[in-house]
């Protein structure tokens, strides 16, 4: 699963205050002298010791697995009225191991009419959404047994939970059940990770079961279906219906099965011999490609990295309305949320190349070899994460690859300090759903390309297709992992799964750097300050150090591990280094503080070639006003890395050098990244000089990349207000959310009422921040209409906010903008006013379903 819904959460929280290595394995002929400095070290009064607990610790195990499920027939159909799965289910069982008179299922939700064991009647309790069958008999493990359960599901009826990253556990949904709700399609679709699908057919919902599937679906004719496996067959029924026979033949986890319905369009293509579908709906049938973007070569790609050939009997993706998570890796029919849905040029620069990767990297890692049990999540979620890595550093260049990684990292450490930290095979969590979390993602992905630098590139691929080709189709925990690398390395690798898979933190590293010209010995101290309450005192960190001795020569590479508190390594260096690096591929998890004069990281920008080398030293020097450093400003702008032009852009001072802001505007003309055209357009606006309001026009009239054309609309309204006006009259029935959001901005500033209606139409075409500027500006607008208007307007934001059907960023923009008008009405005086909109916000809280949304709102309505 991917896209995390808790980082929304992080980003809210952090609005308010202001309203994500590849390299050679190198092989060292003289090992560096190290000397252990124990006098140095900080000795810290030991903490009071804790009451001691004569409990064993909270242990989440595996499921205990007494019968096994070896294959599941359903037939099902749908009420639409009053959202029920119409079901039969016949079920191939056999003991595992021990002799068993009974079967449990999980059956949530459930109007059970009748059950057989082998064709008998039979006796059954169901309580508490378990189901308890009496089998009749004791089978033995040699025995296989037949369980027929007729059903009616009423996901719907359910008692709804959920979590940050899969915000419903109903498991299967109905979309437009009765086909009131305007242009939204009707559909019905499922989600079945965690121990959801049992919400609509019996199982055992378990990570460690594997079976394998057919499902008869009958639907009305008009609507395509898809589920696991391949389509058999499709036979129309003479009451207008369609039965679709969808079969599954190679076994997987029981959350792994989905269906999904609905008018979508299907766009097909080839790889390799075997089917590629893409669903999407009609409007967005021409850009399913650009939507799906490369996913032939993705699968060309891992297949080949990973040495084993994607191994499912089809590929197929959809795009569902009203989705409860990201996506969802479902064994060959992986389902994705709305957002994803955009055109062709929507896409310019920001297409969905990383979470398509992610969600086929999980059919290895995920669906072929699955996680044991949920404490195991990161041993799917780690990989997945990680593909992106590999995706990005194989099609688009090592600093794209480092880049995405620095804000991967940057998410744990900001997790970690918020929400705490707790270790990545995590056995004592509160609830299953907490594992959804920056530790399983993030963390998972970063620890994984550190054991790629630790062992080398050959070693890292050559296990991890043993491990596959070893585990398929089974469940695996880290253990196995451990071993895989431990065959093919030779390495006893306990230290490593240790510290990062079954402890929890990272290391806090400061580090300074000096030369012994007596000796010639270069000198690297490094001290772990990481609190040792909460993380291992020490991290053992092999890495490699590169020292610079010329401009633009090769370093010398050597390496060190690491594994005391402090250290101090003295490595042989003919001359004094104008530049050393610890860390040099930069591939340990961790924070760093390192000791550098103005002079070094000058040196660092123009020699050392990675990108986190050149954007580390542009943002520590980004304050400084020297002469060398508003050169690596003005020289950043001609990085070969967009990201580094972006960021140096923001650095910039429009009154501070003409020659710059030339640059800047030829940026903005020609720069090949269009999110560098944004900025620069953005930043030649902060300048004021309506020289370049040619420029903003040009960018208006004929980019593709909606995020410039917005750009050059926002860049008007501060050069040629009229002249933005009258743009954004013509494009006010575009549908892009940018454009809207664009044209919005330039109607706030207006202070004209009239325009209100235009924002009311377009609520749902915002997401993101982006909805909350949108919603801002309708309140602003609405605040330059008076105490009665910001009334009104404020009872039409109540409906957004108090629609569970809305997304969280909406539903909290419309609450925050009742709140910002509440706050004017009181300045102003305006009392009764002010309780009707206090009123508004205490029905908000009153229906809002999502915890850290009402944690939020806490603070609303005072």
Not at 515 to 527: C, N, R, T, V
Request: charged share 25%; aromatic share 12%; glycine share 6%.
């Amino acid at each position: 699963m991917k896209i995390l819904n808790y980082s929304w959460i992080i980003l809210l929280i952090s609005s308010l205050t202001v309203l994500s290595c590849k390299g050679p394995v190198v092989v060292v002929d003289e090992e560096p002298m190290e000397e252990r400095v124990l006098e140095g070290i900080v000795v810290t009064p030991e903490p009071e010791e804790d009451e001691v607990s004569l409990e064993l610790p909270k242990y989440n195990p595996s499921y205990f697995r007494k019968n096994d499920i070896l294959h599941t027939k359903l037939e099902l159909s749908f009420d639409w009225s009053k959202q029920h799965v119409l079901g039969k289910a016949w079920i191939d069982i056999k003991p595992l191991f021990y002799d068993t008179d009974k079967l449990v299922l999980d059956a949530k939700g459930f109007d059970i009419n009748e059950i057989k064991v082998d064709g008998k009647k039979a006796s059954y309790d169901y309580k508490d959404e378990i189901l308890t069958i009496e089998l009749g008999k004791t089978y033995s493990s040699k025995d296989k047994y037949q369980v027929y359960v007729d059903y009616t599901a009423k996901p719907n009826e359910r008692a709804e939970g959920g979590s940050a990253a899969i915000t419903s556990d109903k498991g299967l949904f109905f979309i437009n059940p009765l086909g009131d709700e305007g242009d939204k399609p009707q559909q019905i679709w499922t989600q079945g990770e965690t121990e959801n699908n049992s919400a609509w057919f019996p199982t055992v919902d378990k990570p460690n079961e594997r079976m394998t599937q057919e499902i008869y679906l009958t639907v009305k004719d008009e609507f395509e279906t898809l589920s696991n496996g391949l389509l058999k067959s499709s036979k129309k029924n003479s009451n207008g219906t369609r039965t679709d026979h969808w079969v599954m033949d190679m076994p997987h986890a029981p959350y792994l099965a989905m269906l999904a319905i609905g008018d979508f369009a299907i766009v097909e293509e080839d790889w390799n011999g075997m089917l590629l579908q893409y669903y999407v709906e009609h409007d967005y049938k021409k850009d399913a490609k650009a939507i799906f973007s490369n996913t032939p070569e993705m699968l060309t790609f891992f297949s080949d990295y990973l040495g084993v050939k994607y191994p499912w009997q089809k590929y197929s993706q959809v795009v569902v309305r009203d989705y409860v998570s990201g996506a969802m890796e479902n064994t060959t029919a992986v389902i994705f949320g709305e957002f994803v849905q955009n055109t062709e040029r929507e896409l310019i620069d920001n297409h969905n190349e990383r979470i398509v990767a992610h969600e086929l990297m999980h059919h290895w890692f995920g669906d072929l070899v699955t996680c044991e049990s949920w404490a195991n999540l990161t041993m799917n979620e780690g990989f997945a994460n990680y593909s992106e890595y590999l995706w990005l550093e194989h099609k688009y260049g090592r600093d794209a690859a480092d880049y995405h990684l620095m804000g991967e990292r940057s998410g744990y450490l900001a997790s970690a300090a918020q929400m705490g930290m707790h270790p990545l095979i995590y056995f004592g969590y509160d609830d299953k759903e907490d594992m959804f979390d920056a530790h399983s993602y993030n963390k998972g992905g970063a620890i994984l390309h550190m054991l790629r630098n630790v062992v080398g590139e050959d070693a890292f691929r050559l296990a991890l297709k043993n491990y596959l080709n070893e585990h398929q189709f089974t469940a695996v925990e880290a253990h196995d992992l451990r071993l895989a690398f431990e065959n093919v390395t030779g390495q006893d690798l306990n230290w490593f799964f240790n510290q990062w898979y079954f402890n929890q933190g990272h290391p806090a590293l400061e580090i300074e750097y000096g030369y012994d010209d007596a000796k010639k010995e270069a000198i690297i101290a490094i001290a772990q300050t990481q609190d040792p309450r909460d993380n291992p005192p020490v991290f053992v960190l092999p890495m490699f150090v590169d020292f610079y001795t010329t401009n633009g020569g090769t370093p010398i590479r050597k390496s060190i591990v690491m594994d005391q508190r402090e250290q101090v390594f003295r490595i042989p260096i003919a001359s004094q280094p104008k530049l050393i690096v610890a860390d040099a591929e930069h591939s340990v998890l961790g924070t760093f503080d390192e000791s550098r004069s103005e002079e070094e990281y000058v040196f660092q920008f123009y020699n050392a070639p990675l990108f986190y080398d050149r954007y580390v030293a542009l943002d520590a020097l980004k304050d400084s006003n020297s002469a060398a450093a508003k050169k690596i400003r003005q020289d950043a702008l001609k990085d070969s890395y967009w990201a580094i032009r972006n960021t140096a852009l923001g650095m910039v001072n429009p009154m501070d050098n003409p020659s710059v802001m030339a640059m800047v505007a030829e940026m903005a003309k020609k720069d090949p990244r269009s999110q560098v055209k944004a900025s620069a357009l953005l930043l030649l606006a902060e300048s004021g000089d309506a020289q370049y309001a040619g420029i903003a026009k040009n960018a208006v009239d004929n980019e593709r990349a909606y995020g410039v054309v917005s750009a050059g609309l926002e860049a008007l309204t501060q050069l040629d207000k009229d002249e933005a006006v009258k743009y954004a009259e013509k494009l006010e029935n575009e549908k892009s959310g940018s454009i809207i959001a664009a044209v919005g901005k330039i109607y706030e500033s207006t202070g004209d009422v009239s325009k209100m209606p235009f924002f009311e139409k377009n609520f749902d075409r915002t997401d993101g921040y982006g909805a909350i500027n949108f919603f801002k500006s309708y309140s602003m607008l609405a605040a330059a209409g008076g105490p009665a208007k910001m009334l009104s307007s404020s009872e039409t934001l109540q409906k957004v906010a108090e629609d569970m059907g809305q997304s969280p960023w909406r539903r909290f923009a419309a609450t925050s903008a009742i709140d910002a008008l509440l706050k004017e009405l009181k300045a102003g005086g305006e009392t009764e006013k002010a309780m009707a909109l206090k009123k508004i916000i205490a029905n908000i809280k009153s229906v809002e379903t999502n915890d850290q949304l009402q944690s939020i709102y806490q603070n609303y309505g005072n």
